[in-house]
């Protein structure tokens, strides 16, 4: 898998898959789990919810459209609910085929970063590393969530009834084990981490100006493999 990105052929296999699934209802295996024509239409319904969930980029018309059907129909007319959301999830797969899923969303979160990335070189240039690493960890942080995002990977863990973000230690972990990223890039943003949390604890000396200026290069090349695209 490419760094950073969602296979596109994973993703069109299971959307097809969904799409299948839903053709004539519940496969083989489920008809014994599944008994009644409720339960087999709340199986469908929640397959197609999920691949939507899973593939649709925030803010698609793809996800408005889920939530204008599950408004209209979802508690009233389990059929007219499913058939509509199997519509959506064919769309959707369509759309990815065709290269159509970026976003302006995912355009403006990519400069948003550039730019933090940019003043953290400002402050290390002027000497000021400790809160250029603090910036570039927290732009760290971010990109891994959005990474873990893209290729439907948990950034909460929950303990109870408490929901906890994931740590960029627990997000690095996750997306080396989903095969995201190389081992070499997993030690990477381990030791990009570091830094920022040794800055944070005010262990300057801990780190040098050189330190931080090898994590900001490699941190630029990491944005830029992983800039918001789909690939075969």
């Not at 400069?111 to 290390?124: K, N, S």
């Not at 929901?163 to 690095?172: D, F, L, R, T």
């Not at 800055?199 to 290069?217: C, Q, Y």
Request: hydrophobic share 45%.
């Amino acid at each position: 898998m490419a760094v950073g990105t969602m296979n596109l052929d994973a993703m069109i296999a299971h959307l097809d898959e969904v799409i299948e699934e839903t053709r004539d209802g519940v496969v083989a295996i489920h008809q014994r789990e599944l008994q009644g024509a409720a339960a087999q239409s709340m199986h469908r319904i929640t397959r197609c919810v999920a691949a939507v969930e899973c593939h649709a980029p925030a803010g698609s018309i793809h996800r408005r459209m889920v939530d204008d059907v599950m408004r209209r129909f979802g508690g009233q007319d389990a059929r007219e609910t499913f058939e509509q959301l199997r519509a959506i999830v064919i769309a959707l797969r369509d759309d990815a085929i065709a290269g159509r899923l970026a976003t302006a969303e995912e355009s403006i979160r990519t400069d948003v970063l550039d730019d933090l990335v940019g003043m953290a070189e400002r402050l290390l240039a002027d000497g000021f590393k400790d809160p250029a690493a603090i910036i570039m960890g927290t732009v760290l942080a971010e990109k891994l969530k959005k990474l873990c995002q893209i290729n439907c990977l948990s950034i909460e863990s929950v303990d109870g009834d408490v929901v906890i973000p994931k740590n960029v230690a627990q997000m690095n972990e996750a997306l080396f084990d989903f095969d995201v990223y190389t081992e070499q890039e997993r030690d990477l943003v381990t030791n990009l981490n570091d830094i920022r949390l040794k800055a944070l604890k005010g262990e300057n000396a801990s780190f040098t100006n050189a330190d931080t200026a090898m994590m900001l290069i490699w941190l630029r090349e990491f944005l830029a493999r992983t800039a918001p695209t789909i690939e075969r």
